[in-house]
C-alpha cells in the first residue's frame, strides 16, 4: 500500500530538530521500519546586546521496531548532554539527558495517502542537569501524508502536548499544541529534501514559535541514511537561533 515505495535508507517524515526538550511536540514518520541511529544535535541562543547566550548540544541514540507494517515503537536516549549559559554569572551541566519513548500507527491509509495516530513520553532521566525537579512530558496527535507524486510527499501534523515539573515544588504544568505542515522531494533516487512550516502555541506564550524547517537527507545502499536538518523559528516568543543535527540511520 502506501509505504511499500518509500521503504529504503533515506529519512522519512517531517524535519526532527526539536526546540524543546525530547522533540516535544515533533511529529514522526507515518512508515514504520526497524533501525538504530546516531543524531548529535545543537541548539543556540546568541544575544550579545544582553550579555546572554546558551549553547546545548546532545548525542542522542536511536533506535524503532517495526511491530508490523502499520505500527512502530521507537525511542531516543541522549547518552550525553552538555548545557552551557553565558551570562554575567556563568554556568555549565555535563551528564546524560532525556529519555523518550514512542508508538506511531498508520490506522488507515490508501494508495497514495496515510493517516497515522503518534504519542510520547519524554522522561526526566537528565539528573544531573535536573538537580530540583523531575520534567515530565507528553504529546499525542495526527498526521496526515499525501504522495502527490512518485517523487513527491505531503505531510501535517497536529500535536496537542503537556509538561509539568514533579518533584517536592509546584507543578508549573504546560499545555500547547505544534501544528506543522511541509513536502519531501526525492529529487534523486538516494537524495530527498524537506522543506516545513513549523508552529507552536501555548506552551509558554500565545505563539511560542513560527518558522521554518529544513532537512538535506540521503541514502547509502538500500539500508543507510544521512541526514542534515535543522528548525529556525522567526517570530514568538523562542529565542533560539536554530537548532540542528545530524542523523544517521541503518535500519534492518
Known amino acids: 500500500m502506501f509505504c511499500t515505495a518509500w521503504l529504503d535508507g533515506v ?52 533506535g524503532s521496531w517495526a511491530v508490523n507494517d502499520r ?15 553565558i551570562a554575567a554569572i556563568s554556568t555549565s551541566a555535563l551528564g546524560p539527558g532525556y529519555t523518550t ?26 539528573f544531573v542537569h535536573d538537580e530540583h525537579s523531575a520534567p515530565l512530558a507528553a504529546d499525542a496527535g495526527v498526521q496526515f501524508v499525501w504522495a502527490a507524486r512518485d517523487t513527491l510527499l505531503v505531510h501535517a501534523a497536529l500535536m496537542p502536548n503537556v509538561g509539568m515539573a514533579l518533584g517536592g515544588g509546584p507543578l508549573y504544568p504546560r499545555v500547547g499544541v505544534n501544528v506543522d505542515a511541509g513536502a519531501e522531494w526525492r529529487a534523486f533516487p538516494r537524495f530527498a529534501f524537506v522543506l516545513d512550516g513549523i508552529s507552536a502555541f501555548g506552551r509558554t506564550d500565545t505563539l511560542d514559535y513560527a518558522g521554518v524547517g529544513v532537512g538535506f537527507r540521503g541514502g547509502i545502499g538500500e539500508h543507510a541514511g544521512l541526514a542534515l536538518e535543522a528548525r529556525v523559528p522567526l517570530v514568538g516568543r523562542e529565542r533560539a537561533l536554530t537548532s540542528a543535527d ?3 540511520d541503518w535500519r534492518f
Open 11 to 62: 529519512a522519512q517524515g517531517p524535519v526532527e530538530a526539536g526546540l524543546v526538550d525530547g522533540d516535544l511536540g515533533g511529529a514522526h514518520r507515518v512508515c514504520p521500519a526497524t533501525s538504530v541511529g546516531l543524531t548529535p544535535t545543537a541548539y543556540a541562543i546568541i544575544e550579545p546586546e544582553n550579555l546572554y547566550g546558551r549553547i546545548l548540544a546532545t548525542g542522542t541514540l536511536t
Open 71 to 85: 505500527l512502530e515503537l521507537y525511542t531516543r536516549l541522549e547518552a550525553v548532554r552538555l548545557d552551557m549559559l
Open 101 to 126: 519513548v514512542g508508538a506511531s500507527w498508520r490506522g488507515v491509509d490508501g494508495e497514495k495517502w496515510a493517516l497515522a495516530v503518534q504519542g510520547k513520553l519524554v522522561l526526566p532521566t537528565a
Open 246 to 248: 545530524v542523523r544517521f
